[in-house]
């Protein structure tokens, strides 16, 4: 099955910084990736995702790029503010088959953006 | 409003008590998932529904069971409650891959 590894495990930075989380999976069926973000005590929410045919999306601050070669994709967050401060998990799921639908989850990134 | 409702939002029971938690979404999505989370924050995806009538296990091993009996409900019951299964427990609905949206969660603590 697939498996999906996400680093770093926690990450602080300072409000205006950028902050990377990047995310290795091991299924080459895998094409769609999406990532969400759970503050304390709500529900992981989507913020962005992307399909295996293309390279990089952008959504105002923040933008996911995916180089399938090395099964790898990134979020990246520009100019962060304190309400980025959440749990952030990426996602993997394969196009068809038995598994489509099904993702599988990175282990978690905890974002602290400091004022 | 269409969207992916959970109760209980909190349950404290005692060992070996059978309970259920209960799931059910009004944006007609076919597929319908169990996710465990742990205090550690992982997800873990316990079962799935493809449908009505179709429900297989995930990959984390699970002493739950689950049954999709109508489109928009999936009820996930544990015969007897352990202190081992405290946790967090979200549902999850979708069409394929896309409009994937969870639940507010049922945080379970067996005493």
């Known amino acids: 099955g697939e498996n999906v590894e996400q680093h770093p495990s926690t990450l602080s930075v300072q409000e205006g910084d950028s902050a990377v989380i990047k995310c290795t999976y091991s299924?080459?069926?895998?094409?769609?990736f999406p990532w969400y973000k759970q503050e304390l005590g709500k529900r992981p929410q989507l913020i962005i995702d992307?399909?295996?045919?293309?390279g990089e999306k952008k959504d105002q601050r923040i933008a996911v790029t995916l180089n399938k070669t090395a099964k790898h994709f990134s979020l990246h967050i520009t100019e962060t503010q304190p309400e980025d401060s959440a749990v952030y998990f990426c996602?993997?799921?394969?196009?068809?088959?038995?598994?489509?639908?099904?993702?599988?989850f990175g282990q978690g990134t905890i974002l602290t953006v400091h004022p | 409003e269409a969207d992916i409702y959970q109760t209980p939002r909190y349950l404290v029971i005692g060992t070996g008590k059978k309970i259920t938690l209960e799931c059910s979404q009004t944006?007609?999505?076919?597929?319908m998932y169990w996710y465990q989370q742990d205090p550690g924050m992982e997800l873990h995806l316990i079962h799935y529904?493809?449908?009505?009538?179709?429900?297989e296990k995930g990959d984390l091993s699970s002493e739950s069971t689950v049954s999709r009996i109508r489109t928009e409900h999936f009820p996930l019951t544990l015969e007897s409650a352990r202190p081992s299964h405290t946790s967090q427990y979200l549902c999850?609905?979708?069409?394929?891959?896309?409009?994937?949206?969870f639940g507010s969660g049922t945080r379970l603590t067996v005493v």
């Open positions: 299924d080459s069926a895998s094409n769609y």
């Open positions: 996602a993997a799921s394969p196009a068809g088959g038995t598994s489509y639908g099904k993702l599988t």
């Open positions: 944006m007609g999505h076919d597929k």
């Open positions: 529904s493809y449908g009505v009538n179709s429900t």
């Open positions: 999850a609905s979708s069409v394929g891959t896309r409009y994937y949206t």
């Open positions: 992307i399909r295996s045919n293309v």
